[in-house]
Every structure is written in C-alpha cells, then in structure tokens.
C-alpha cells in the first residue's frame, strides 16, 4: 500500500478539553446489499458515537437503522435503491439542516450545523461522490472533483469550524485531496497518525483508505480508529475530535 507522502500530523492532537466540547462521529458505508444489520446497531452500542453518517442505505435500511432512533433524536433520512442514500443519526442538535446535491441529481450530501454541549456550533458535512470512472472530464476521475471542489468552496463560505466526512472514493494523498486541504482549507485527521485503509473490507492484501475526516483549524483530534466491519466492503471509521477552546 503506498504511503501518504507526510509524516507529521496536520490536525491538532488535542490536550485536555473539556468533554462538552467533544463529538465522537462514526462513518459506515453499509454495503447496500449486505443485510447483516445486527452486527451494526452492536457496534454503534459498542462505540456510542454523538453522530452516526450512514452511506448507501436502501429503505431496508433506514428500517434496520430504527431501534437506535431513541438515542438520536435528531436525523436526516434519505435512503435510496442506487447505494447514494445518506443516513445522518445525531445526539448533538441540528441547524438549518439541508441536502444538496453538489455532484449530479441524485447524488445527494448533507450539510448541517451542529450544536456541542458547550454551546458552540460547527458545520458538518456529509458526502459520497461517486467513484472515479471515465466521463466527459478529460483527467478521467469522474465526477468526484466537481464535489469536493463545492465542498471547498462551501468551506471558504463558511464561518466558524467545520467537519467534513464520509467515503470519498478517493485516497488521502490524490490530488484532489490535497486541493480540498489547501482550498478549504481543512486537515486531513489521518495525516501522521497512521494508514486507515478502510476498502475492501473483504480482501486483507488490496485495501485503500477512501473514507475520511477533515476539519477546520480549530478542532483538536482526541482518538481515530477502525472499528471491526460489520459484513460491508467497507470498514467503519470512528473520530473522536474536540472543539479547541477560544
């Protein structure tokens, strides 16, 4: 597996924060043809994330996804049949919470403003491009760019700290990643602590780390790991980060 080409971390371990100023998120791309559900709600219970992003969620689904509803009280829905659903479980409050689709119709990402404990909010981001295939974009990596070229976009509009995740079919040192971190600007949470390769789950010798996080300057990184998988071709990914006080 090659290596990211930097060695020191981009984003800020944190130092002693107060927990009301922490999130934990939890991304998964599901598989939308798996169906071991079970194995999902325990480890969602195992490692109690504030925000659970759920990527290529069918309506079987969004129905397993259910009997965790009690400890989220806040969610945006938006199963789908193509494997571009997007499920977004929170403990944290929403604002102004809104789907757009920054790619193509029917490829939807999220983008919600989040409320911690402490009072203080954030901008999160949810998205799943879809992966790089031969179109009419001359460099050959589809629509992908287009996406996380709006994300940065929409970063630089942004006001305050912002969080972006999900899988983003694309590895951590690609160019289009490392525009999205000077553009953005964001960091990269992963950069200096270590290769998450999180697809294909199911193949222990090719695998390549296409699911992420990346904030703003103001977060601090508490943890980051790679939970068991849960039958998807994806692994989870699991951050605990927190906002650095001002």
Not at 61 to 66: D, E, F, P, T
Request: charged share 20%.
């Amino acid at each position: 597996l090659p290596l990211a080409p930097k060695a020191v971390a981009d984003a800020t371990p944190a130092q002693a924060q107060d927990s009301t100023s922490r999130v934990r998120v939890l991304v998964i791309n599901v598989l939308i043809t798996n169906r071991q559900d079970t194995r999902l709600r325990q480890l969602v219970q195992d490692t109690n994330p504030d925000v659970l992003l759920a990527l290529e969620p069918d309506d079987w689904w969004a129905r397993a996804l259910r009997p965790l509803q009690a400890a989220y009280p806040y969610r945006i829905e938006m199963p789908r049949a193509d494997a571009y659903g997007l499920i977004l479980y929170s403990r944290l409050p929403l604002l102004h919470p809104r789907t757009q689709d920054l790619e193509q119709p029917g490829v939807p990402s999220i983008i919600t403003g989040m409320r911690l404990a402490d009072g203080r909010t954030f901008t999160f981001f949810g998205i799943h491009p879809t992966p790089p295939i031969p179109d009419n974009y001359p460099d050959g990596v589809g629509l992908r760019n287009v996406v996380l070229g709006k994300v940065a976009g929409l970063l630089r509009q942004t006001p305050g700290p912002a969080l972006v995740a999900g899988d983003f079919n694309d590895v951590s040192w690609s160019k289009t990643t490392h525009q999205l971190v000077a553009q953005g600007p964001v960091q990269d949470v992963s950069v200096g602590r270590g290769l998450y390769p999180t697809f294909d789950a199911r193949i222990p010798l090719m695998r390549w780390p296409l699911d992420h996080f990346f904030v703003s300057p103001q977060f601090r990184v508490i943890s980051l790991t790679r939970p068991p998988d849960v039958g998807s071709d994806h692994f989870p990914l699991l951050a605990e980060l927190a906002l650095a006080k001002e």
